[in-house]
């Protein structure tokens, strides 16, 4: 079954990586690829990147069909589709033994990350994107009651999906038992307590565990957890975006192993 994706990074970066998932593009852009001169920056840089779309899709023979914007809009709906759409083939999960198996291959300290039960798609393809600049090893989803990979997480993820692996598990609990036999120690991620995530060590092999919007991480799964870390707020509001929090972890991670 096919999937459909949109937004001038998401089809580039799938034809740089996967051009064989790529079955055809809808666009009701120039197919010309000409380029307005009185354009600013932003628009030169689509101009440029939409160029390489149209050589990349005539390399692998893939066909590009004008399409008008009223009936894009119908394939993809209303979103910033930028006037490129793709349909490829299905999202392939990958299996935790396959996230593992990458971390043990790359000869690195394990960053994996569980995002206990997420539910905004947004969220989702943010925290992709911080995952995937950090060079985590890999993701981990539940199956079930918690959001999917679907094309609101490519765009939003500005291709950064076609090079992180993720994988859907039934049980997040089950899998944190898994993670800790094979070495790697599970940190839990709270809005009050736990340690700072500044005074946290994270020298070692990690999984960090995201809690959903508003509710956390599961009481069962924190319980899993070796530890817990919070990020220090100064004013009244005492939580953040569940991708912000994300990012925050992920980088100061990033920060303390460059050191």
Known sequence: MSRIIYGIHPVLEILRS???KVEKILSSRDLSGKQNKRSGTSAQKISISFKEII???DRWGIRLFPEKKERLEQVVGQVN?????????????????????????SNEKAFILILDGLQDTQNLGAIVRSAEGAGIHGIIIPKDRAAGVTSTVEKVSAGALEYVSIARVTNISQTIEK??????WVVGTEGDGGTSLYDADFDAD?????????KGIRPLVKKKCDYLISIPMRGKINSLNASVSAAIVIYEIVRQRSL
């Open 81 to 105: 589709h930028q006037g490129i759409a793709a349909y490829v083939s299905e999202f392939g999960y990958s299996s935790l033994e396959e996230i593992v198996g990458h971390w043990r291959n």
């Open 18 to 20: 996967h051009p064989e």
């Open 179 to 184: 993670l800790k036999k094979a070495g790697i």
């Open 55 to 57: 050589k990349l899709s």
């Open 206 to 214: 990690i999984a960090v565990v995201i809690g959903s919007e508003g």
